[in-house]
């Protein structure tokens, strides 16, 4: 169901590793104190390391290493709250790293690798960080207790201190330190009951608020290693096309400019700074040779998915008999759903400092996957992996971006006909049109209901790429990986006859890759879609009816009745006004939401309100929780309205924020969160609130205009076809 | 060319092309990396600055066109009753999420609030729409900007 559970398999981290290894977590910037590149001091002898996540000095300071990336998510502040609950610290007693790249010591233990994606940080993090604090908390208290001649039961670790209660004396971890580095690794710790926490469920502020509202939080794109140049690139317009030929006379001619550096693809222009290396860029006369690829149009992608839909695929989930099923249905439905290729156009750009220095090559990145782009790099160079050092960042933006290494490959070409450390810096014009984007999807659907209106048949056959098979080839076996079919399979519904085929289709000519919410971005829309087209076909009410098929998930049915309730499901809206609702259980997490649309005579869509409902299991910030959905909604508000990357002639159509629209504030919904207390594990939730409100707001243009939507985005759909 | 231009109170002299945008020359040449590149085209408001106390793309506005004009980045703007408002209101909020955008949102919304103590809804679409939060962060803004005008009035 999720990715994790087959991955985790293929990852021989084991306990030991999270535990007994003993960091010295270098590299990396400190937070806060916004030092870009002020290593952490040397880890002291007198430091007490118990495990690679946690290093006290005997000057008393905390330093936690972050094995999961902060692109805005909050994980550099929930990661620290598993720690610090068990360690019995309070969070502003803590200091962040980066984790440099190490697979062994900081991979995810669901995905087997050192990467921050697939909503999985909390997931990953859950068990194996609260046991890293309670395994210092353990060691402090047995240092202390051999140090007082007392018996370890009678002392507690609290606030950053360890107390003998009888007593009434007390040490500070730092003055524990050293002794506390020389105790046993304890087999096993016992850690704190959920009514015991004290951090974990209450709203936290975050750990990195205060440099990213004062300007000295440092993102990839402010490295500034001493002597740093500043380069940008045109990539072949045409994926897979060449230089033929570059005219730079004029680009040399201009102040600033340093050098020109051909690559067989791409040419960049290095230069003291970046508006020097723009009008160079500008200057530039380039011919391209456009390769196999220059006809391309999205045309022809969408009917190579269509076709593919016709022939079998490999089944992702069969349950009972769907063709007996679908042959006694008193009525039956057919839809076909389509989803375009969408651009990532995080706010920050993409870019990468390199520094390549013959025997070995430094790197400074904002990267979702650090040990990636290590071993990438590594391999491209011809150099050993450890001499590579790689400097992380916070990230303006990841949504699965930043999983990818092309742009540290790319940075890395360049650096190599460079004296000194250089800074490539893509235009917001070459990010939109050289990323990797989320799949084209063609989805070919069917069902049959009963003479009451009940569902008694499901097949849906859907084609497209998997970014799985490329990114993590283990995780692709037998026609399927778990991402493309999230959220296609294991509805939560009693569907008693249910058949979902995959088949991987890869167009020639654009990239792919893994965008935020992935599967369930695409899968979500259509079978929430679908079954709210199976509710109009049995007359009755989209809640009603996707209630009747909940016996057997009591917390999808919390969530549907909770956001219903708050949204005023059944009330009336006025006319032009729409209100749809949608259901999920994807990345472990359950959600409802409930979308208010109006559609205007012209056929614009606005999106009023968004109410939704979340059962995370544990929230550990339950403000991380809300903002999370507030933001996913705002993300697939503008996948629905805006969201579209178009090829023609081989070349991607979109460029900049203007053909590439974004919602901003003017059409911004508002958002209400209402997140059920649960004390079952977390869920993830990074992206799932993306892929409930695209389904929602179709659902509600629905009931608003009676136009059922199957192709995204809206656009100009209802305006073209006479609303 | 050189050209002497007053940021943050503070003079410097940059020997760039006259029509270098002043975002490079903030960013690259001073080496002052607050400020955010998002588009270079003014469609994101990543790169606001305040230029004599009004809003301004730094990304198309060239350095010769500055001349005497007193500059204020993110770097500098807590230094102002509005920028310092606005701050506070950003943090008690907990508005931030990657947190590339909010130093262009931070100078937006302090500079409305430095020409408007009380803007309504519409005034804070028409001051904040030119800014683009790809995290999806409007809500917060908008609930954070309005608690920084409640506390300027309760402030006196
Ligand atoms: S970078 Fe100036 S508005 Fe986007
Ligand atoms: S907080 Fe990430 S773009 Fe606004």
Redesign the interface.
Known sequence: MTLARTLSAGSNLSRRNFLVASAAAGGGLILGLALPFGRSEAAGSADFTPNAFIRIGSNGEVVLTMPYVEMGQGTYTAIPMLIAEELEMSLAQVRLEHAPPNEKLYANPLLGVQATGNSNAIRGAWKPLREAGATARTMLVAAAAQRWGVDQAACRAQNGEVIHEPTGRRASYGDLAAEASKMPVPESVSLKSPQDFTLIGTPAKRLDATAKVNGTAVYGIDARPAGVKIATLAQSPVFGGRVKSVDDTASTAVKGVQQIVRLDDAVAIVADHMGAAKKGLEALRIEWDDGPNAALGTEQVARQLEEATLKTGAVAQNVGDVEMAMANAATRLKARYEVPFLAHAALEPMNCTVHFRKEECEIWIGSQAVARVQAMAAQALGLPQDKVIVHNHLIGGGFGRRLEADGALRAVEIAKHVDGPVKVVWTREEDIQHDMYRPYWFDRLSAGLDGEGRPVAWSNRFAGSSVIARWLPPGFHDGLDLDSTEGAINLPYDLPNFHVEYVRVEPPGIPTAFWRSVGPSHNVFVTESFIDEMAAAARQDPVAFRRSLLSKSPRAKAVLDLAAEKAGWGEAVPKGRGRGVALQFVFGSYLAMVADVEVSEDGAVRVHRAVCAVDVGTAVNPDTVEAQVQGGVIFGTTAALYGEITLKNGRVEQANFDSYQMIRMNEAPTIEVHVVKSEEPPGGLGEAGTSLIVPAIANAVFAATGRRLRKMPIGTALAKQGN | MAFNIEINGKPHTVD??A???L???L???I???????????A??G?CTVHIDGVATRSCITSVHSIGESKVT???AI?ATPAGAAI?KA??DH??????????GQ?MSAAALLQSNPDPTDAD???A???????????????EAIKLAAQAGKQGG
Do not use: H
Not at chain 2, 128 to 142: D, K, L
């Open positions: 760039v092309d029509d270098t945008p975002l490079w020359v960013r690259d040449v080496g002052m990396t607050g400020t955010k590149f998002g588009c270079g085209m469609l994101c990543a980045t993110i770097e807590g701050q950003w943090l907990q508005v931030v999420q990657c947190g590339y955008c909010q130093s931070i804070i679409d028409n904040m729409s030119g800014n683009i939060c790809r995290c999806g962060t409007y809500v917060r803004i908008r």
